[in-house]
Structure formats: structure tokens, C-alpha cells
């Protein structure tokens, strides 16, 4: 029941980002605007996420939990109705980032809530079987976004996002724990202090940069994806929301042969073997192809990877901070969000309304990943 639980609540990030992906043309014409300013409403999310993760970790130290779980929630539902009443998208990418600082509490503390239970090698394993949990929200979401596009209209995917975060927030006050309480003696102003330590942990910085750059080729991905498919291929929204579904199925398949895996090895020696997948992966999508099979080919067996490293990545990362895994959790994710804005803000700067700008991104991610952990753990 809690993994159930804190999957529902770690999907509000992922549902917030691809529920309404397949809107964005919709959103264009209903402010007049072009593709690539109502991309700038994603990059405010990516950036609210950023921002808003580093923030928790000394918060959650000092206070526990479900406190500031249940603040942030509170800020996701108000965000989310602040974007339902938007009249411009220079409104709609405000309240995108405080929906962001709000979904922060999703992401941040079930990550920590785990790291408090269960074992570094448990963890991953954990990890693995949360993603099939947080994984039927992207596959759902851009169905639902359709559903609800064609009937009611793009603000319609708000009023169901402000729902859902509500229904996890009745969830969370009746199943989740609270692993550890309020601490007095952990200050808020020994923050950069505490950040600094973490960051002089080598394997920490190496998982976390390593997992960052995948999540920012996912990220890229995402970003990319809509002029990918809906511009130059010229595809319908129901056909990109049955593409993106399917690179999710993979995701969550990939996520469970990694957990079945770390049955046999340990997550030290499965995590460098698999890094292969994306390194292949990004040297083919740097010839930029523009042939529809084997660009969305590529990206699904990218994404597959993304689904078995983050688990690793985020147990390796986390192994050594039993004592402060909410800073820890949140250092990770804010270095992890921190690099997917920058791809994400990168693929609006260089949007040519072709493939070339997001293959050349997302390989270039992959690459990068895979070099960083050979080169740091050597």
C-alpha cells in the first residue's frame, strides 16, 4: 500500500509534464502565440523544479516529512487552478513554476522515505518497482490529455491535475509515515554547510551527474518531441500521445528487467554495464536521422535505458546519507532538474522545426552520461 501511495505522489510530476503535451498547439492558438513560446511553459517547470528541490532538503531535515509534503501539495492544487484561469502564457508559465515548487514535495520525500527504510541495494530494487507504480501516469497521460482536450477543452487537463493532486494529498495524510520527525537541532542556516558535505562525497556527485544528464536527454525528449512529431512528421495528436505511451510501456519494462537484475548482481557492478545502452544509443541519434522508424525507434530504446539507470543512480547516490536523506534527496534532484532545464532550455533555443535540434540533444546526453561515470569511478 505505501509504495502505491508514494508512486501516486512521485507521478504528479511526470502526469503534470505529459498530461497536456498534446495541448500545446491548442494553447498556441487559444493565446495566439507560436510552438516554441508555449515551450517556454515547460522550461518554467523544469526551472520551478530546479529552484524548488534544493529548498526542501534542509526543510524537510528539520521538520520531517509530512509537514512539508502536505505544503507543497497545497501549492500544487493553487498552481495547478492558477493555470486552469490563465488568460496569457505569460501567466501560465508563472503559475508552471510554482506548480513546479509544489510537485517538489512529490518528488523530493517519498525518495527519502524509501532511503530511510529500506538498504542501498533495497533502495534500488524499491526504486525499480516504483516506477512501474509512477509509470502508468505517463502512459495514461497523454490518452487522458486527448480525452480531455477533444471534450472539454485544454483547461479541462488542469481542472483534472488540480483533482488528482488532491486525492494524493487525502492518500498521503492516512498512509504515509513519518520515518523521521521534526529534529530541532538541524538548522536551516546550516544548509550550504550540509549541501557541501554531500557534495564532497565523490560517488554522489558521480550518480547524480550521471543520472542528471539521462533525465536531461528524457527531459530533452520531452521537450523536443511535439515539433518532432507533430510538426515535421505531421502526425495527429492521438498518434504522438500512442508514441509517447508506448516509449512509457518501455520505460516501466525496463524498469522491472533492472530490478530483476539486481536479483543476480549487485547495483555498483549493474550500473556501469548498463550505460552502454545510452552511450550506442546517443553515437546513432548524433547522425540525426530523419526517418520516422528509426528516430522513434532510437528514442524508445533511450528512454528504455533511462527506465533501468534512474533507480541505480539514485540508490547509488543516496548509499552514503542515511543521516540527512532529505538534503541528499533534494541535492540530487535539484543536479538532476538543473540539467534537464538546461537541455530543455537548450532545444527551445535551437528549435529548427526539424528532428535535428533534439536527436542532436538527447545523443549528446547519452554520450555524456556514460563518460562521466566511466571517467569519474576510473
Given at each position: ?24 498547439s491548442a494553447i498556441a ?131 483534472f491535475l488540480a483533482l ?215
Amino acid at each position: 500500500m505505501l509504495l502505491l501511495v508514494l508512486g501516486g505522489i512521485i507521478a504528479i510530476g511526470p502526469l503534470t509534464i505529459d498530461i497536456y503535451l498534446p495541448a500545446f498547439s491548442a494553447i498556441a492558438a487559444d493565446f495566439r502565440i507560436t510552438a516554441s513560446q508555449t515551450q517556454l511553459s515547460l522550461t518554467s517547470y523544469f526551472i520551478g523544479i530546479t529552484i524548488g528541490q534544493i529548498s526542501y532538503g534542509p526543510i524537510i531535515d528539520r521538520f520531517g516529512k509530512k509537514p512539508p509534503l502536505f505544503c507543497g501539495l497545497v501549492i500544487f492544487i493553487a498552481a495547478t487552478i492558477g493555470c486552469f484561469y490563465s488568460n496569457s502564457i505569460e501567466q501560465m508559465i508563472i503559475f508552471r513554476f510554482f506548480q513546479a515548487i509544489g510537485a517538489c514535495a512529490g518528488t523530493v520525500i517519498p525518495r527519502a522515505i524509501v532511503r530511510d527504510i529500506f538498504s542501498p541495494q533495497e533502495s534500488a530494487r524499491v526504486f525499480s518497482h516504483l516506477i512501474l507504480v509512477m509509470g502508468v501516469a505517463p502512459i495514461l497521460a497523454p490518452l487522458v490529455g486527448n480525452i480531455l482536450l477533444a471534450a472539454f477543452g485544454w483547461r479541462s487537463i488542469f481542472a483534472f491535475l488540480a483533482l488528482f493532486a488532491v486525492f494524493c494529498l487525502i492518500l498521503a495524510w492516512r498512509a504515509v509515515p513519518e520515518t523521521k520527525g521534526a529534529n530541532p537541532d538541524e538548522k536551516i542556516s546550516r544548509v550550504f554547510k550540509k549541501y557541501s558535505k554531500i557534495l564532497r562525497d565523490k560517488n554522489f556527485v558521480i550518480s547524480a551527474l550521471t543520472g542528471g544528464l539521462m533525465m536531461a536527454g528524457l527531459f530533452a525528449f520531452i521537450t523536443g518531441s511535439p515539433t518532432v512529431y507533430l510538426d515535421f512528421f505531421a502526425i495527429s495528436p492521438h498518434q504522438y500521445g500512442l508514441i509517447f505511451s508506448i516509449n512509457s510501456i518501455g520505460f516501466v519494462i525496463a524498469s522491472q528487467i533492472n530490478a530483476y537484475l539486481l536479483r543476480r548482481m549487485s547495483v555498483a557492478e549493474l550500473f556501469p554495464k548498463l550505460l552502454l545502452i545510452p552511450l550506442l544509443t546517443g553515437l546513432f541519434l548524433l547522425s540525426c536521422p530523419e526517418n520516422f522508424w528509426l528516430l522513434t525507434a532510437a528514442f524508445f530504446i533511450f528512454i528504455c535505458s533511462c527506465g533501468m539507470l534512474f533507480p541505480n543512480a539514485t540508490a547509488l547516490a543516496l548509499a552514503n546519507h542515511a543521516a540527512h536523506s532529505g538534503s541528499a534527496s533534494a541535492l540530487l534532484g535539484t543536479i538532476q532538474f538543473a540539467l534537464a532545464a538546461l537541455a530543455s532550455f537548450t532545444i527551445s533555443e535551437i528549435h529548427d522545426g526539424g528532428v535535428t535540434a533534439t536527436a542532436l540533444v538527447v545523443g549528446s546526453c547519452g554520450i555524456l552520461a556514460s563518460a562521466t561515470s566511466k571517467i569519474g569511478r576510473r
